[in-house]
């Protein structure tokens, strides 16, 4: 079967033109900015600090607080300002994704705040944003066991693909679109993203969990040399 | 609920001998009960219990503005709410975090099976269409208030008959119920939460094993012309799970699918 190639001209397993930048902003213990194609996330962290209040502290680890959301200009139908139940959600699964590789037991009775905005949106904002903070979070200088990287992998119709973009994630025709964002720790290659909605068979499912391994690796890269080139 | 390390540990202990504190199989579920009509005003409503575990849900309809991408469509709204009576661990007040993430992976599962005929809901295209309002309320929390929730609302919907719609004034007379059921295809979904506790895997915890468990994931599953398909996955909580591991949970959620399905069948007309 000849390969079609996608609207933007990528392959199918191709993640978008990536970009990331360690150190955005000089105010954060740590930052960073990372970007599937037109997808602009940054991220920044604070801490650790005492958490307050008091009582909220826990004597045997710190405590890692993700806040996600998206600019209100940064979607078509602008946005209203203040966190939606879909950020709330966002932000939680974010933090679940990021939390096995900080060693939070070291800063006991702190918080360690992430704050991610999406600056612009095309698709896979929670994907940019847990690149991003995992990249702030490594700039601030917090005790990690490795890094986070995330990717999404859809189906369209009857093909998988990787990083879908707004275009794509609209698709109705056959059996529509599917879109599953991913994250993977850098090393042990586990599993700490996984969502969906959509439709897709078991055995498809299984070969989207391949493919986006080996798409996390190009993300990987992507934020090894930007720790690699951070800019004093 | 804070459960002490004592328990976790033998929580755990007890998974590697293949056995819970209840007695059940690691994959076993506690009994279902299902009843639907428990409170008349609803559209549709349904009460399930899994073991000490209850939910109540109810249906109701409104009326809306079709949202401008899919102007032929009626809307659904789930909201999922953690009474502050079913548990020493709810408290009053706006939805937490928890609430939110429940019912948002049960909007996801209904809405992305097929399952509501959305397009029947429509009364005049891009002007006005039914809202759905899918409400579910936790009565007793004895763990997996998630899988409960999603079977009381499949019960919920099919329970459900429209209420008359008076096109002159432009408003449903809730009073007056029709006999028409409430627009649903074949395709029905389910909804199956793993838990991860140590190196193994559990479906339908009590509150102690919800606690001890490190992960979990659920996956929605709908079967097409006898093709399964998944159609919602969300995988919650901090730990992390391999390639493997997951590969062996969409074949048991298959297997556990078929098994629900029959259940559900057997118990709601």
Not at chain 1, 114 to 132: D, L
Not at chain 2, 78 to 100: C, D, K, W, Y
Request: net charge negative; with cysteine; hydrophobic share 35%.
């Amino acid at each position: 079967m000849a390969k079609i190639k996608r609207s933007d001209g990528r392959e199918f397993d191709e993640p978008r033109e990536m970009e990331a930048k360690v150190g955005i902003i000089d105010k954060a213990d740590g930052s960073a900015m990372f970007r599937f194609g037109k997808t602009i996330a940054i991220a920044s962290v604070f801490g650790p600090k005492i958490f307050h209040p008091q009582h909220k502290q826990d004597p045997s680890t710190g405590v890692l607080r993700c806040n996600y959301d998206l600019l209100t200009f940064s979607v078509p139908d602008r946005k209203r300002p203040g966190p939606s139940r879909r950020s709330h959600e966002v932000s939680k699964v974010t933090e679940w994704a990021l939390a096995p590789v900080v060693n939070l037991e070291k800063y006991p009775n702190t918080v360690v705040d992430v704050h991610i905005k999406i600056i612009q949106a095309n698709a896979s904002t929670r994907c940019a944003g847990i690149n991003a903070a995992a990249l702030a979070l490594a700039n601030a200088g917090i005790s990690m066991k490795e890094l986070v990287s995330s990717v999404a992998v859809g189906k369209l119709d009857k093909d998988l693909v990787v990083d879908l973009t707004k275009e794509e994630e609209d698709f109705v025709e056959g059996e529509g679109a599917t879109d599953i964002p991913f994250a993977f720790l850098s090393k042990s290659k586990e599993i700490s993203l996984f969502q969906m909605d959509g439709k897709i068979s078991p055995e498809e499912l299984k070969e989207t969990i391949k493919l986006g391994k080996e798409a996390s690796e190009k993300v990987y890269e992507v934020q090894k040399n930007a720790l690699k080139n951070i800019k004093e | 609920m804070e459960i002490s390390n004592l328990t976790k540990k033998r929580i755990k202990e007890g998974l590697k001998e293949n056995s819970r504190f209840d007695g059940r199989d690691l994959l076993e579920h506690r009994e279902i009960e299902i009843e639907t009509g428990i409170s008349e005003n609803a559209e549709g409503s349904a009460r399930v219990k899994f073991g000490k575990t209850e939910v109540i849900v109810g249906v109701k309809l409104g009326l809306a503005t079709p949202y401008p991408d899919s102007p032929d469509e009626g809307t659904l709204k789930t909201v999922m709410e953690l009474l502050p009576l079913s548990s020493p661990e709810f408290e009053p007040g706006p939805p937490r975090i928890q609430a939110i993430e429940i019912s948002r992976i049960i909007d996801r599962g209904i809405r992305e099976s097929g399952f509501i005929d959305f397009k029947k809901l429509c009364i005049e295209e891009g002007e006005k269409v039914y809202e759905v309002y899918l409400d579910i309320f936790s009565i007793n929390n004895d763990g997996n208030l998630l899988d409960a929730g999603f079977l009381g609302a499949l019960a919920a919907f099919k329970d459900a008959r429209m209420p008359e719609y008076d096109a002159e004034e432009e408003k449903i007379i809730y009073e007056n119920k029709t006999d028409k059921t409430f627009p649903l295809t074949d395709i029905m979904p389910f909804n199956i939460t793993f838990y991860k506790i140590g190196d193994n895997f559990i479906i339908d915890p009590v509150t102690e094993e919800e606690e001890a468990s490190e992960s979990r994931i659920s996956l929605g599953l709908t079967e097409d012309k006898e093709k399964i398909k998944i159609n919602s996955i969300q995988k919650g909580k901090e730990g992390t799970m391999t390639e493997e591991e997951l590969s062996q949970m969409i074949d048991a959620s298959v297997k556990k699918f078929k098994e629900l399905k029959k259940e559900f069948d057997k118990k709601v007309k």
